[in-house]
């Protein structure tokens, strides 16, 4: 829908509570509207409303919560999306929403006591937001019923616009990326070089914003790097697929999957020759309509194909694109301005705090007790978190002053500052992504534990491409011991310090010409196969 659309709607809601002030349902379906237009404050005076009437109304329960959810009110959220799961118990999604919320708090003790019933999250009576569950569960198979449960119901099937493009083949393959994040966010940082390599001959670049571009550094980069730009975050769904369909793009890309400010409603119509999952969700779409996902060998091992609805694109070394220009500050940053003790042994993460389970938790506060002198360096940004983490770490016999939060920072000095960590401890079901990229351009060894799901296996594949796969543990007893040995080892820890600084160089991780090339290739395999008639076939590119 439309903004005009939204307006429209709010005029008829309004007149259906003028006539009726008891009219709990218009209310909610109001505050619904308010929120698609990002009027918050109405929004939340429509939700009140209902909740004035009937304050067990679950879906206004959820509606505030989501509301809250979406200001950052982790606590106004958690409270809201509580009182709705003791209203309707059975209900998963909002379990899921609730233990989400959780997790940007780092209340891991209380999350635990729901993980068994959050695995099994995947009726068809209740739909789970795919993304709510990646931190808290690492099997494929359950991402993949999820998925198809909230793909059918938010989205349905094919719609088909009327009038399909043309089978000609294109002179230059016209590549569409839609995206929320042309902006400064992980995905921009990680594909902006790509944009701007590919081959210009062979391909013509759109870039669809479905999120208003920001005037920001990154922005204006993302923005420049396509041959045409278009702003459409105000458009339809369907609008924007006819615009699609217009430019006549041949493969489509969606770099948010499952995502927040996401629009697969887009991908429905099929607008698209081709249309490709990448980078921004870790896991399948569950969708008819995509395809494609670009992955890896390590990300993807054949034996979990089946666990993903769409074709499963495998480049060389690891699928996650990389930018090799990118800056990191000259300026000489010291422990002591970090709030780092000089002297001590620094173990990091610099994940986002709701990929910290109680597994790895339990793991990093065993080994501070082990190794003297040390302490974990944490990137954590709201207090609250902060203070259930201090709380978890006193719980398990650690004195909350060996926690240390990092600050925020320019990216420059972030990525700096990573000099100062000796090393990176990853998280399980939902690996470092991006920050696994940072940390090992700024040379910063990581260990990980390999899972099973993709968002679990991230880590993982950059490790192996960066030529460092003696970091890659399978169990968390094998995670806990390589640790320890590493950080009771400085001669060792240094030598892998000095191979990842060697690899940045000869290895494959950070080589974008390359990655660009490769990634080129996999869409002429595509394109050709579409081409030539044939239905949609994994395909994988050989070095």
């Known amino acids: 829908m439309t903004v005009q659309s939204f307006e429209k709607a709010i005029e008829a809601f309004q007149m259906a509570t003028f006539l009726n002030p008891s009219y709990i349902d218009a209310y909610n379906s109001l505050g619904i509207a308010y929120l698609n237009i990002k009027s918050i404050s109405e929004a939340h005076k429509a939700f009140e409303k209902v909740l004035l009437i009937n304050p067990n109304h679950v879906k206004g329960l959820l509606n505030m919560g989501n509301l809250h959810e979406g200001t950052a009110e982790y606590k106004k959220s958690i409270q809201f999306y509580s009182e709705a799961c003791i209203n309707d118990p059975e209900n998963n999604e909002l379990l899921a929403l609730k233990v989400s919320q959780q997790a940007y708090i780092c209340d891991i003790d209380e999350i635990k006591n729901h993980n068994t019933k959050i695995k099994h999250a995947y ?161 399948t779409m569950g969708a008819e309509f995509i395809d494609y996902i670009i992955a890896d060998n390590v990300v993807i091992p054949n034996r979990f194909n089946n ?16 930018d090799n220009t990118r800056e990191i500050s000259n300026r ?68 909350p002053s060996m926690i240390i939060f990092a600050e925020f920072l320019k990216m420059e000095d972030h990525l700096a500052r990573y000099a100062l960590a000796d090393i990176f401890l990853d998280t399980f079901n939902f690996n470092g992504h991006t920050t696994t990229a940072d940390a090992l351009w700024a040379g910063t060894p990581l260990i990980t534990k390999l899972g099973k799901s993709f968002a679990a296996r991230v880590a993982g594949s950059l490790l192996t491409a960066s030529g460092l796969s003696e970091l890659i543990t399978n169990t968390e007893k094998e995670y806990e011991t390589l640790i320890i040995q590493l950080a009771n080892d400085p001669l060792e820890l240094q030598r892998i310090k000095e191979k990842l600084k060697k690899n940045l160089i000869s290895n494959s991780l950070f080589d974008t010409e390359k990655y660009t090339f490769n990634l080129e290739q996999a869409y002429y395999k595509a394109y050709e196969n579409y081409i030539k008639g044939n239905k949609p076939e994994n395909i994988t590119i050989k070095v």
């Not at 989205?155 to 616009?161: I, Q, V």
């Not at 666990?307 to 990389?322: A, D, G, N, Q, V």
């Open 123 to 283: 009726t068809n009576k209740y739909y789970v937001r795919p993304f709510d569950v990646f931190a808290q569960d690492d099997e494929p198979e359950r991402h993949q019923l999820r998925a198809l449960s909230y793909t059918n119901k938010y989205f349905g099937k094919n719609r088909f616009l009327s009038h399909l493009n043309s089978e000609n083949k294109s002179k230059r393959i016209r590549l569409g990326y839609i995206s929320s994040d042309f902006k400064e966010h992980a995905v921009s940082y990680l594909i902006a070089k790509v944009l701007e390599k590919h081959n210009r001959d062979e391909f013509k670049l759109f870039g669809y914003s479905i999120s208003s571009s920001k005037l920001d550094k990154m922005g204006e980069r993302t923005k420049k790097a396509f041959d045409v730009f278009r702003e459409v975050e105000k458009f339809s769904d369907e609008e924007i697929a006819l615009k699609v369909q217009k430019d006549k793009i041949d493969i489509l890309i969606d770099l948010n999957g499952h995502t927040i400010n996401s629009r697969t409603g887009i991908f429905t119509y099929r607008p698209a020759k081709i249309q490709i999952n990448f980078l921004g969700f870790p896991g």
């Open 332 to 399: 000489p940053l010291t422990r002591e301005e970090m709030g780092l003790p000089d002297k001590s042994l620094v173990f990091c993460c610099f994940n986002n705090s709701y990929k910290i389970s109680v597994n790895e938790f339990d793991i990093w506060m065993r080994i501070l007790t082990k190794i003297e002198n040390s302490v974990l360096w944490l990137k954590i940004g709201n207090e609250l978190a902060k203070k259930n983490i201090r709380t978890a770490a006193k719980k398990r016999g650690v004195d």
């Open 307 to 322: 666990f993903y609805s769409e074709k499963i694109i495998r480049l060389p070394h690891s699928y996650m694109p990389t």
